[in-house]
């Protein structure tokens, strides 16, 4: 069992709608993270959050630490947001590795 | 600021075949971090250098290994080529643990 779920896997939404992209995880983390993936592979950290909130431009992650639950949304969603949105846990301690949530595939129409 | 730079970032190989891929991180970062994205699958960790030792390595077969170097790039050598290692393999850096990782473009591996 994955220990970083995410959903939805697949998400088209019509410009300008705000969008919600939902990731849970099984134990207690050190941070989370959430990662953009354009087509051809290359990826962006949008964020990195151990509680509370953060945004950046139109984008906004939160975390509920209680819940193992994080959120990614975007508001006034454009096409140019087209990518896979990975959420990804860092368990901390020794390992240090992130463990990857399967990704949501965002396509944003005109 | 020069960020996270990979190379080559496209490689073909056969299957048996040895393929060494590198890393470089951004100035001031000591951690470099592997990671294989595969067809149809997720992201894996594969393994994390600090200071120019392994500190971690991933679920793979020990035909996967690499080393950090004394300015901190790192490469990542795969022996035995198979199929099924066909991916695009990412490297990220940061200069604390547990701090935000910063990938590079990645290296598109295809083994034929």
């Known amino acids: 069992k994955n220990e970083v779920e995410q959903s939805p896997q697949n998400l088209t939404a019509q410009e300008g709608e705000f969008i919600t992209i939902n990731c849970s995880y099984s134990?207690?983390?050190?941070?989370l993270h959430w990662l953009q993936q354009h087509p051809g592979g290359g990826i962006v950290s949008l964020f990195m959050l151990s509680s509370g909130k953060k945004k950046h431009g139109r984008l906004i992650a939160t975390i509920n630490i209680q819940e193992k639950h994080s959120s990614l949304h975007i508001t006034a969603s454009h096409p140019r947001d087209s990518a896979v949105y990975i959420c990804?846990?860092?368990?901390?301690?020794?390992?240090?590795?992130?463990?990857f949530g399967t990704g949501t595939l965002l396509a944003v129409q005109p | 600021e020069a960020g996270v730079t990979q190379s080559p970032t496209h490689l073909i190989k056969t299957r048996g075949q040895q393929v060494t891929l590198r890393c470089s991180p951004i100035?001031?970062?000591?951690?470099v971090y592997w990671y294989q994205q595969a067809l149809g699958l997720g992201l894996q960790f594969l393994l994390w250098y600090d200071e120019g030792e392994e500190r971690n390595r991933g679920n793979f077969p020990p035909r996967f290994s690499g080393r950090q170097f004394p300015n901190y790039s790192s490469e990542l050598n795969v022996n035995a080529l198979e199929l099924e290692d066909s991916a695009l393999y990412l490297c990220?850096?940061?200069?604390?643990?547990?701090?935000?990782?910063?990938f590079g473009p990645g290296t598109r591996l295809t083994v034929l």
């Open positions: 100035s001031g970062h000591t951690s």
């Open positions: 134990v207690g983390i050190s941070a």
């Open positions: 990804a846990a860092n368990y901390g301690g020794a390992t240090n590795k992130l463990i």
């Open positions: 990220a850096s940061n200069g604390q643990a547990y701090n935000e990782q910063f």
